[in-house]
């Protein structure tokens, strides 16, 4: 038997393929990140360099601090093939509770962030109870939530509530002390930071290399892991400038809330990930039949969910009272829009199953930053809430295209 010897050029043919695999297998999520950096540069050069200064940045991260805190809730959701309808309200609700708590029974700040979490807890109980429990799907389940609780905050407050506690108003507003000092005009502690970040990314990167190899799997090639630490220290380094470069000679560097968000974002990344809890939630959302087949309690999963879901909720309530410094009936209004928006435009499939928290963060920059470049370029309110409606169709499009394209 004759043995046909391999030309250079398939040879080569055969290498780039291999090469391009792990590109072409995560298509979509390169594509997102690609979308974004397209995305940013545009309204950089629209808004006149506005968009990515310092400040610029700074204000962006405070002001979509809520849509990051609300998807990581509802992308767990949405996976488990339910909806939420009801975090904006929810937000409205918490947070005049908290401001009631603050200014009309005169209680401590940090004890009134601990009731309001209590508050979300309760109400998580509450909606997973009709979902779980009594066999109410999420939809109707939140969407009675939505009038419950926007009616009590509309009873609650008949009149906007300022907030007089200035620790509590640092929590969207400031950043976090300056313990090494200024470096010239850059805040030392966000330059350290940035760095461990890119050595952390770069470790991480390896060790996954290294484990795939262990267990006996073929990794993507060298050269690709490289380049993607290189590209992903690139944008840490110049992240880490617009942090460092922020605020003003006497504070700045890295915001309170941007802790709190990245902290939320790690925590639920790896519940989601690396638990049982989360594979549960795949497994529920991908054949919910089948996971109940094979022994996982899907009722118990669901109660989770809204569980997680109003805790979120309340820690999204106390960003947004912390920023505005009052409360009102008509706060969080169409926040579930916002979430919801970033999920679907983050690649989570709106049949339930796929989606990940990275992606639903990615989704709520975009959003952001369309928000925000069209803000700083004077669009009237009412033409960015139809462009940002314009980009939520198309993703959703693209959603159901690439898999009817694949059956």
């Not at 990245?262 to 996971?291: D, E, K, M, P, S």
């Not at 009936?329 to 989606?355: H, P």
Request: glycine letters at 10%; a positive charge; hydrophobic letters at 55%.
């Amino acid at each position: 038997m004759s043995v046909v010897a391999e030309t250079p050029q398939e040879a080569k043919g055969k290498k780039s393929a291999g090469v391009l695999a792990p590109i072409t297998s995560n298509l979509r999520q390169y594509g997102m990140v690609g979308a974004l950096i397209v995305i940013v540069a545009v309204f950089e050069v629209l808004t006149g360099g506005v968009l990515l200064q310092p400040n610029s940045f700074v204000s962006l991260i405070q002001q979509n601090a809520y849509v990051i805190i609300l998807a990581v809730g509802m992308v767990m959701v949405i996976i488990a093939t339910h909806i939420d309808l009801s975090v904006g309200s929810l937000v409205g609700f918490i947070g005049g509770c908290a401001a009631l708590l603050m200014q009309n029974a005169n209680m401590n700040w940090f004890l009134a962030i601990i009731v309001a979490l209590i508050i979300g807890l309760a109400v998580g109980v509450w909606q997973g109870f009709w979902v779980a429990v009594v066999g109410i799907p999420g939809f109707i389940t939140t969407l009675a939530g939505m009038l419950i609780f926007r009616g009590l905050a509309t009873t609650m407050i008949n009149a906007s509530i300022p907030i007089n506690s200035v620790p509590f108003d640092a929590i969207a507003a400031d950043y976090l002390p300056n313990i090494l000092g200024f470096w010239g005009p850059f805040d030392g502690l966000s330059i350290v930071v940035g760095i461990a970040a890119i050595v952390f990314y770069a470790w991480s990167s390896m060790r996954k290399r290294a484990k795939i190899v262990r267990v006996g799997l073929v990794p993507e090639a060298i050269s690709l892991t490289y380049i993607k630490i290189g590209i992903a220290a690139v944008v840490i380094a110049f992240i880490t400038y617009l942090l460092a470069s922020s605020g003003s000679s006497s504070e700045g560097g890295i915001p309170i809330i941007l802790v709190i968000v990245a902290a939320l974002v790690f925590i639920y990344n790896f519940i989601l990930t690396r638990t049982v809890f989360g594979r549960h939630v795949y497994a529920a959302g991908g054949n919910r039949r089948a996971a109940i087949l094979s022994g996982i309690n899907t009722k118990r999963v669901d109660f989770s969910l809204f569980v997680h879901m109003g805790f979120l909720s309340s820690v999204a309530a106390i960003a947004m009272l912390s920023r505005l410094s009052s409360a009102s009936a008509s706060t969080g209004t169409s926040f579930e829009m916002d979430a919801i928006a970033a999920c679907f435009v983050g690649g989570t499939a709106v049949t339930g199953g796929i989606g990940t928290i990275p992606g639903v963060v990615i989704g709520a920059v975009v959003m952001g930053v369309i928000n925000q470049g069209l803000s700083i370029m004077g669009v009237d309110s009412a033409i960015v809430q139809t462009i940002k409606g314009l980009v939520l169709l198309l993703a959703v499009a693209v959603d159901i295209m690439s898999k009817r394209n694949r059956k």
